[in-house]
């Protein structure tokens, strides 16, 4: 095995894990996902059979990632966090032929307690707010917080507030990395510093 699994994890036949990936205490990964290198599975962590999960990603402890849902690259998923794949389930109607799929782009962060409504795509370095409910799609680095989440600012990729008007222009420069933000047509891009 190229990865750690604590022996209290289950790890269904079948399963894909990447090298050097951690599987913590109480974990269920079923059969059919697909899960990279250097990831943290945290405790009690459920991960679907339809479920993709890319390199270094973080899924802290008690999440369950159903069906549907892919994370790419350097997700964070803070503790209790919460996806769904039906819209309007039902106990006594069976609604498996309608899960919809949750996209989350590389570098995201959701923190504890937030619940991603099935059907949205969290753009690239998104920061989601600790116990927010989002039910839309998120840009590229948003920082979005509340019931219903409501975007109240910008984030940068190393994960400080970036000094940015919501709508309009505007440019900024990350005090860590030296990377220029710029902000046009309610899209941010980014432009590494020595790039």
Request: include cysteine.
């Amino acid at each position: 095995m190229s990865y750690y699994a604590h022996p209290s994890a289950i790890v269904d036949e079948g399963a894909q894990i990447g090298e050097g990936s951690r599987v913590w205490h109480f974990v269920h990964v079923c059969g059919g996902a697909r899960i990279g290198a250097g990831v943290s599975l945290g405790q009690n962590v459920f991960v679907g059979n339809k479920v993709v999960i890319g390199d270094r990603c973080k899924v802290q402890n008690n999440v369950s990632v159903y069906d549907n849902v892919t994370l790419e690259d350097g997700v964070f998923c803070g503790p209790s966090m919460v996806f769904t794949n039906v819209y309007n389930p039902r106990g006594l109607i069976e609604r498996k032929d309608q899960y919809r799929d949750t996209l989350v782009k590389t570098g995201a962060t959701l923190g504890a307690n937030c619940t991603i409504v099935c059907g949205v795509t969290i753009g690239a370095y998104a920061f989601v707010g600790a116990g927010a409910v989002v039910n839309r799609d998120i840009p590229d680095y948003a920082l979005v917080v509340g019931v219903p989440g409501r975007q109240v600012g910008w984030m940068s990729a190393y994960g400080e507030q970036l000094d940015l008007p919501l709508t309009g222009i505007g440019d900024t420069i990350c005090a860590h990395t030296g990377d220029i933000y710029s902000l046009r047509d309610g899209k941010v891009e980014r432009k590494v510093a020595d790039a």
